[in-house]
């Protein structure tokens, strides 16, 4: 082998005499940690190889964090929780947390979270406010400006007629229910438009599964493999009951459900509801 540099041929040491002529032997700085060594054997020659000498290294375990033990049940915390499982206890805040403090929609449920999803700043009740504002301001401005008792007569009939909607349909138990103006218009303009609005894949398989005057059992609903992949469900008129409304409870992505005129109950539609918050109900 020669010099890389003045071409002479090197001898067993590897280090050129006339280019390091005070260096004894060339030496290689460890890195931190290192526990192999290298060195030629004697009479090294181009077919030679070099002889590895190196020490054992041991590896301990990583030690995670201890688990934390609730203080009011005595239960174990897991790691990465924010609260205890059994209690609901926050070691951070000192007190039973709810997970509704971290939702940013306060825990509405169905159509109230469609409408707080939909409107600015999450809240569809400063909307209706200023739609009923609106409303009342263009008939203030009809009647002042009508010059015959007809005018008058149609205006006071529209004011009477509001009043006694929001005393029997505008009511909130039948807005919940989706029987009242509102999610009946949902319903309608996301069956003209094939659920667009509701669902995210739409024209995916199985995303949406309508059977409106068609025949559909609980047997029908246990029989869906892809759970997941379904969004809506629109059957109403179908012959599912009470036990096809708890195996909903595994469709984790399901936002729409239309069960009118269906052998299901209250209990059962406000149990899912529950599980589900952002599924909207027509019952």
Known sequence: MLCSNCQRPLPDSLVCDECFPDEEELTLAPLEGDVTSVRPISGYDSESTFEVESSEIQVEPETGPEPVICKKCQAVIPNGRLQCPQCGYNPQLGRSFDSIELDEYGGAMGFQRFLMKHTSQNDPASLILWLRIFGLFIVSVYIVTSRDFMSLFLSGICISGYLIYLRTLGKPVRFHAGQSVIPKLILLVNRLGGWSGVADKPQASGAVMT??????????????????????????????????????????????????DCAVSENALDELQRCNKILMIWR
């Open 211 to 260: 059977y409106r005057g068609q025949p559909f059992n609980d047997q029908n609903l246990a029989s869906i493999e892809d759970t997941i992949a379904v969004e809506v469900l629109d059957i109403p008129g179908s012959t599912i009951t009470d036990t096809g409304i708890l195996y909903l409870q595994n469709f984790t992505n399901l936002k729409a459900l239309v069960v009118q």
